[in-house]
């Protein structure tokens, strides 16, 4: 082993202090990252399973109520995902390749994606929410003059909470994303040291993943 | 010093490789990732009947996949992160698997036991009450 003092003068400075080499760092990472991804995917397995479970117990209800969601709105919104998923991995090879201008370009793009997914699920819930297709005792269609079948509810609960907790994803990165940003600015970013970027790509890409399989599950049943 | 990574013993860890993707293949799994999209939106204004659940299904698999292997670069990174992400899978299906199974035996043994789920308890007090107001005298009460 050689000693510290040469050691240390070898170290880059994103180098944490616990570890030998950035191979190592960079491993420790994606590892976390990777595991993180897991835990999202179970975590979201759970609310399809609901969905799945429903559609057995009720299988014409399903089909009648998510008639009434806006399939155009959803598909509009899987294209902006799917985009900001490509301006993201244009991002994370753009730090790879030590292009500043284009990392923090692609960067934006991918949040600006972001808020215009959430902006169409803003008039998409007004929608819902003025037609009275809420989740549970909140359900008023009737009142509004839609004749759903029964149990609509149970099937605007999933919708809502399916869709809520993924928008709850959507602001959660929009925020990563932000932070990724700033530290691309300060130019903490390069070919040797873009973990960061790659890990938020990461995240990124799993909320857009969820979406790949929400939509055709919510909007496209029949 | 050696440095392991990954259970594996890595010869010059000072030295960092990364694989770069090349721009033409995120732009054709873009471009496959869109066609896909519009394919299942328009398909679905047809209508499948009962294939449309496992096709949709399988599309969204394809999706998801390239995904997965391209823009997040598993399938360029050590096995170790696709063995961990696959387990995850793995998991999901058991757990997919033996709720549904579950849901369909207990069917069965509920209504031999007399057990009534809340759903169908429901189901009959609406019906109740629809006949209630059928019968009752005077103008006819709107059920909702």
Redesign the interface.
């Known amino acids: 082993?050689?000693t510290t003092a040469h050691k240390d003068e070898?170290r880059p400075w994103f180098l944490a202090h616990h570890f030998?080499?950035?191979?190592?760092q960079?491993?420790s990472a994606?590892?976390g990252m990777?595991?993180f991804?897991?835990t999202e995917?179970?975590m979201f397995?759970?609310l399809f399973?609901a969905y799945?479970?429903l559609r057995?117990?009720y299988p014409e209800m399903v089909l009648v109520a998510s008639e009434e969601l806006n399939?155009t709105a959803g598909?509009v919104n899987?294209?902006v995902l799917?985009?900001s998923?490509?301006t993201?991995?244009?991002g994370?090879?753009a730090a790879?390749?030590n292009n500043q201008k284009a990392l923090e370009r692609n960067l934006l793009l991918t949040i600006a994606c972001a808020f215009i997914f959430m902006i169409v699920k803003y008039f998409e819930y007004t929608s819902k929410i003025e037609h009275g297709f809420l989740p549970g005792n909140w359900y008023s269609a009737?009142?509004h003059g839609y004749m759903l079948p029964?149990?609509s509810r149970v099937f605007f609960g999933v919708y809502f909470t399916m869709t809520g907790l993924h928008g709850v994803h959507v602001l959660v990165g929009i925020g990563v994303l932000s932070w990724i940003f700033i530290r691309a600015r300060r130019r903490e970013f390069s070919?040797?040291n873009y973990v960061a970027v790659?890990c938020a790509?990461?995240y990124w890409?799993i909320v857009?993943?969820v979406w790949?399989?929400l939509?055709?599950?919510l909007?496209?049943?029949? | 010093?050696s440095?392991y990574?990954?259970g594996k013993l890595?010869e010059h860890?000072?030295e960092?490789h990364?694989h770069?993707?090349p721009?033409w293949q995120?732009?054709a799994?873009?471009i496959v990732?869109?066609f896909l999209?519009?394919l299942?939106?328009l398909v679905?204004f047809a209508?499948l009947g009962a294939a449309?659940?496992p096709v949709?299904?399988f599309?969204?698999t394809i999706?998801?996949s390239l995904?997965?292997a391209?823009?997040?670069?598993l399938f360029y990174?050590?096995r170790?992160?696709a063995f961990?992400?696959m387990?995850?899978?793995i998991?999901?299906a058991i757990?997919?698997t033996f709720?549904?199974f579950d849901?369909n035996a207990t069917d069965a043994m509920n209504e031999e036991g007399g057990i009534q789920y809340k759903?169908s308890v429901e189901?009959d007090a609406?019906e109740a009450d629809a006949n209630r107001a059928f019968d009752a005298p005077g103008p006819a009460k709107s059920r909702?």
């Open positions: 082993m050689s070898e030998d080499t950035v191979g190592q960079v491993s994606k590892l990777w595991l991804c897991c995917v179970l397995s759970g399973l799945f479970i057995q117990m399939k598909g899987t294209i799917l985009t998923s490509f993201m991995a244009l994370v090879r790879q390749t009737a009142e029964k149990y070919s040797e790659e790509g990461l890409h857009d993943l790949i399989f939509f055709p599950l909007y496209l049943v029949k | 010093m440095v990574l990954n890595v860890p000072h960092d990364h770069v993707s721009v995120f732009t799994v873009f990732l869109l999209t519009i299942t939106y679905s209508g449309s659940l949709a299904m599309v969204a999706k998801a995904v997965i391209f823009f997040m670069h990174e050590d170790t992160f961990l992400f387990t995850c899978f998991f999901v757990f997919f709720v549904l849901m759903k189901d609406a909702y």
